[in-house]
């Protein structure tokens, strides 16, 4: 029988790939401060950390904050045609609701951000709660966001899985005492991830189904 009551997400590199629109919205920021564009294979790697640390690792000669302005300008202009479900997102999320299990997004992304994309991809009606560094004293790697989804949906540490991507999510949800799967989606490969020690290890959202309700054979 699945022990798990309560399904919480990362959003980048978890359930959406959404590299090519963060990428776009950096470069736009590297163009405008007269520097070099950068791959998308670099910058998938320092996604994760929330929107000012990102600045400060592409552009630590400038004003993290004020190249946070000029990149959500710029990202609505590239975030829904850029941005795109993971395979076996939609799959996973309509079995979790099927079976009557919340699941919730826990995200360094900007909140508002992380809102409208679950609308413009539809899955919104699958996610009891949405969170993000505004809505919290501290980011992930700080439990904070964990224990408020939790704490929105009633829901025990016990009871209670997270689904990431990367260290940070390992990190955050040791912090906060819950179990953590991870998935080599996003921004750290397969052995970055299994140097970590998650809980579980799989290669992708498909993966997580099959463990959280496998198939009974006669």
């Known amino acids: 029988m699945n022990p798990y009551r309560c399904v919480l997400f990362d959003f980048d590199g978890t359930l959406a790939d959404s590299y090519a629109a963060i ?8 163009h405008y401060r007269g ?9 998938r790697t320092k996604v994760g950390f929330g929107l000012q640390q990102l600045m400060k690792d592409l552009l630590p000669d400038s ?3 004020e ?4 990149y ?15 395979p076996g997102a939609i799959e996973l999320l309509q079995r979790l609701k099927e079976e009557g299990i919340p699941s919730g997004v826990c995200s360094n992304k900007p909140q508002a951000i992380t809102r409208q994309l679950v609308n413009s991809l539809n899955v919104a009606e699958f996610f009891s ?3 993000g560094p505004e809505d919290v004293p501290h980011p992930k ?5 964990l224990l408020a989804a939790m704490h929105r949906l009633s829901k025990e540490k016990s009871e209670t899985l997270f689904v990431g991507d990367m260290t940070i999510d390992l990190e955050t949800a040791r912090a906060a005492g819950v179990e953590v799967w ?4 996003g921004s750290h490969d397969w052995d970055t991830l299994e140097k970590a020690h998650p809980d579980r290890l799989l290669n992708d959202l498909n993966s997580v189904r099959h463990h959280l309700f496998p198939v009974l054979l006669a």
């Open 182 to 185: 991870l998935v080599a989606t």
């Open 141 to 145: 790697p700080a439990p904070d966001m």
């Open 72 to 86: 959500r300008q710029h990202h609505p202009s590239v975030m829904f045609s850029h941005t795109r479900l993971l």
């Open 35 to 43: 520097k070099p564009e950068l791959p998308e294979s670099i910058v």
């Open 23 to 30: 990428t776009a919205s950096v470069n736009h920021v590297l």
């Open 63 to 65: 004003d993290p904050e």
């Open 129 to 131: 709660v949405v969170m």
């Open 67 to 70: 190249n946070a302005v000029i």
